[in-house]
């Protein structure tokens, strides 16, 4: 069994891989380089590794398992979370959170669980009438907003009700997709 170290963020928990044993260390690229005196540590994914002790902000938890990915993606991703500022909701108005940078890995994950012979995870959600909420600052503007994006130019009624839940029921994109179907509902 792997071992990780989960954290929490704003818009869900992550994981870094924990490596508390020479052993551990067998078959990483840190093997002959990281010795038993700098144990433990978290290998972050990317080619680095950071000591590890309880104290690290958003530490959460140690788990063991053999589970890929080692967190459910209702974990990873906020699922419904009062809090939801940017990511994907489903044709149900489902919502999983994420930040502004992490919306293909959330693909990556929602798209292996709903649609798992997908293989393009972004254009089988939006194929799928999923929508995608990003951050509309496009660098001029002093504030950050909210952009809905809609692949298909549709949504559903209960996307629609979450978005009013959500206060983007004003947004000119939300107007004009809510324009294009609500003769469909």
Known sequence: MKKYAVYKSDTGYYYYDYID????????????????????????????YYHFTENDYGFDRLI????????????MFFKNSPDFKLGWMSPDGDTYSCSYTNHTRCASLLAAKYYPKARFPETALNRAGWLKI??????????????????RGIITKKQADKLFDLGLYNNPEVIELIHNCENDW
């Open 21 to 48: 044993t020479p052993e551990a260390l067998i078959g990483t690229e840190f093997e002959g380089i990281i010795d038993e005196s700098r144990l433990p540590v978290v290998l972050d994914g990317r080619g680095a």
């Open 64 to 75: 063991e398992t053999d589970d890929d990915p080692p967190l459910p993606i209702e974990e």
């Open 134 to 151: 990003i951050d509309s600052w496009d660098g001029t503007q002093e504030t950050h907003g909210q952009f809905v994006h809609s692949e």
